[in-house]
């Protein structure tokens, strides 16, 4: 009798191993099914097993997209993301391709996709899978635009692969995309009931459009002081400061006192003008109020220094003062080389006039100005 119960016994726990073996073979082989590569190189499978071990939310993830992919990582601050993203979405659109955005928070932005727009209507996911694709696909296009002498390239769409691209720049591809669609596609993003609020709060200080010039003063040298923490970045890293290009030399043209002589054209032309100043500089907003104390209307940035000028809370009162600045604005004086500039134009799909407020390349600001605004 009790040999009898321990054979039952032992028969069953038999069962069961069995049962999750063969179960397990049909998961390897399910994802095998999915991966388009040589399955019988032995390298591949001991890849695959590799990754699934220190990566599987990465690799499940990627296993379950189809070909026509277009998978875009928006790189750098807010202005070149949002460039970016926009460029990806539209050239997604015009080939017939699912977008895939990866949000990645680092010391540019230190903030969800999700905290700045409704993202239920997106495909967003906040880890990489670069270091993936040559797994799942074995000849998936591959684009980064911030490794050295990459920038510009053509991404050939046309081609039924799947296509990752980094980028913090506008994307060249052998589809076309014209202008309007990249804004058509970068206004079609709704703000997150956040930055809503923060837009409802901006827009009941204003005046009378037609009485509002908008000024963007893109001026802070000083890149650790702007993207707190890029320090400790090492120079290889493409988000260092050793890629950010010449900083120092081209917002120095774009002082806030080099805005002064257009903001007196536009008082002499309007008696009754105002000015919504966004600055990256809480000096820029401090300084023209004390000088035109009836006439600077600001989004109320200035708290926004530190660390706290990348985090969440000052993200989404920058995305809200942008939207305000190019709804809400008849005029704009914008800023030379800065994402963020360019970011309004397009906000305003290019309806709102504009011009630079910055000095030329081979103008020094204390030689134009002298002591005039002294």
């Given at each position: 009798m009790?040999?009898?119960?321990?054979?039952?016994?032992?028969?069953?726990?038999?069962?069961?191993?069995?049962?999750?073996?063969?179960?397990g073979?049909f998961?390897v082989?399910?994802?095998?099914?999915?991966?388009v590569?040589?399955v019988?190189?032995?390298e591949?499978?001991?890849?695959?097993?590799?990754?699934y071990e220190?990566d599987p939310?990465?690799l499940?993830?990627?296993?379950?997209?189809?070909?026509?992919?277009?998978?875009?990582?928006?790189?750098?601050?807010?202005?070149n993301?949002l460039?970016?993203?926009a460029?990806a979405a539209?050239?997604?659109?015009?080939?017939?391709?699912h977008?895939?955005i990866?949000?990645i928070?680092d010391v540019?932005?230190?903030?969800?996709?999700s905290?700045?727009?409704?993202?239920g209507?997106?495909?967003?996911?906040d880890?990489p899978v670069?270091?993936?694709?040559?797994i799942?696909?074995?000849d998936a296009?591959v684009?980064?635009?911030?490794?050295w002498?990459r920038?510009?390239e053509v991404?050939?769409?046309?081609?039924p692969?799947p296509i990752?691209?980094?980028?913090a720049?506008?994307l060249?591809?052998?589809?076309?995309v014209?202008e309007t669609e990249?804004?058509?596609?970068?206004?079609?993003l709704?703000p997150s009931?956040?930055?809503?609020?923060r837009?409802?709060?901006?827009?009941?200080l204003?005046?009378e459009k037609?009485n509002?010039?908008?000024m963007?003063?893109?001026?802070?040298t000083?890149?650790?002081?702007?993207?707190p923490?890029i320090?400790?970045y090492?120079?290889?890293?493409?988000?260092?400061a050793?890629?950010?290009?010449?900083?120092?030399q081209?917002?120095s043209r774009?002082h806030?006192?080099?805005?002064m002589p257009?903001m007196?054209?536009?008082i002499?032309?309007n008696?009754k003008?105002?000015?919504?100043?966004?600055?990256?500089?809480?000096?820029a907003v401090?300084?023209?109020r004390?000088r035109y104390p009836?006439?600077?209307i600001s989004g109320?940035l200035?708290g926004c220094e530190g660390?706290?000028?990348?985090?969440t809370?000052?993200?989404?009162s920058?995305?809200a003062?942008?939207l305000v600045?190019?709804?809400e604005t008849s005029f704009m004086i914008?800023?030379e080389?800065?994402?963020a500039?360019?970011?309004?134009?397009?906000?305003?799909?290019?309806?709102v006039?504009?011009?630079?407020g910055?000095?030329?390349?081979?103008s020094?600001l204390?030689?134009?100005?002298?002591?005039?605004w002294a």
């Amino acid at each position: 009798m009790s040999f009898s119960l321990r054979s039952r016994k032992i028969s069953t726990i038999s069962l069961r191993k069995l049962s999750l073996v063969i179960f397990g073979i049909f998961c390897v082989q399910l994802i095998l099914n999915f991966i388009v590569v040589d399955v019988e190189s032995p390298e591949v499978l001991e890849s695959v097993r590799n990754s699934y071990e220190t990566d599987p939310k990465a690799l499940d993830f990627l296993v379950r997209l189809p070909r026509n992919v277009l998978i875009v990582e928006p790189f750098h601050g807010l202005g070149n993301r949002l460039r970016a993203y926009a460029c990806a979405a539209a050239l997604a659109k015009k080939s017939n391709r699912h977008l895939v955005i990866i949000w990645i928070r680092d010391v540019h932005v230190n903030a969800s996709m999700s905290a700045l727009f409704e993202t239920g209507n997106l495909t967003v996911i906040d880890f990489p899978v670069s270091h993936l694709l040559s797994i799942v696909w074995d000849d998936a296009k591959v684009y980064d635009y911030n490794v050295w002498g990459r920038k510009d390239e053509v991404m050939q769409d046309t081609m039924p692969l799947p296509i990752y691209v980094r980028s913090a720049y506008v994307l060249q591809s052998q589809t076309h995309v014209e202008e309007t669609e990249i804004s058509k596609e970068l206004n079609s993003l709704m703000p997150s009931e956040q930055v809503q609020r923060r837009v409802n709060q901006m827009k009941s200080l204003l005046v009378e459009k037609k009485n509002l010039v908008g000024m963007h003063i893109r001026m802070m040298t000083d890149i650790r002081k702007d993207v707190p923490g890029i320090e400790n970045y090492s120079q290889e890293n493409p988000a260092s400061a050793a890629h950010m290009g010449p900083v120092e030399q081209e917002r120095s043209r774009c002082h806030y006192e080099a805005f002064m002589p257009h903001m007196e054209q536009c008082i002499r032309e309007n008696p009754k003008v105002s000015f919504f100043v966004a600055s990256d500089s809480s000096l820029a907003v401090s300084a023209l109020r004390a000088r035109y104390p009836e006439r600077i209307i600001s989004g109320g940035l200035e708290g926004c220094e530190g660390e706290l000028r990348r985090r969440t809370n000052c993200l989404q009162s920058c995305l809200a003062e942008f939207l305000v600045f190019s709804r809400e604005t008849s005029f704009m004086i914008l800023s030379e080389w800065s994402s963020a500039s360019e970011l309004l134009i397009r906000l305003s799909q290019d309806t709102v006039p504009h011009k630079t407020g910055c000095l030329k390349k081979s103008s020094s600001l204390r030689a134009r100005l002298g002591r005039l605004w002294a």
